[in-house]
């Protein structure tokens, strides 16, 4: 519908246009003319301003949705981020205390097994287990 108007009202200004040369210049009818097809095209240039305006506030509020939905998507992947950080901490903590138990208790046992046949005495075994002890820095 819009566009068949200023498709009429685009055809008026060339019709109003091909008046004018069979006008004289400075005559009532050539200004009348001109103050007609003045009318019509800032009629059509509102027309334009008001489209604009609509896809503007269109392109703005489509722009204020995307920036909404990345801020979003940005803070979900911040948290995922964050629980597998937590995750990767509590394993590697985890590792960091059971490794050197295990260790320990292995040296200890084959302390105690090489104590019974009398290889090492039990202050041989602890002077060696304390010197092996994994320390926190």
Known sequence: MRNEIRDVLENRILDMDSELDSLEVGSDGYSKTVSDMKKIADILLDDD????????????????????ATKERIAEEQRKSEAKDRRNRIIMDTVGIVVPLTA????????????????????????VVSSLRIKKK
């Not at 046949?117 to 202050?123: A, D, E, K, V």
């Open 104 to 127: 320990e208790a292995g040296l200890l046992l084959v302390g105690m097994c090489f104590e019974r046949t009398g290889s090492f005495s039990m202050t041989t075994l602890r002077n």
């Open 49 to 68: 301003k008001f489209i604009l305006a609509k896809e503007t506030e269109k392109d703005e509020i489509t722009y204020k949705y995307d920036d909404i």
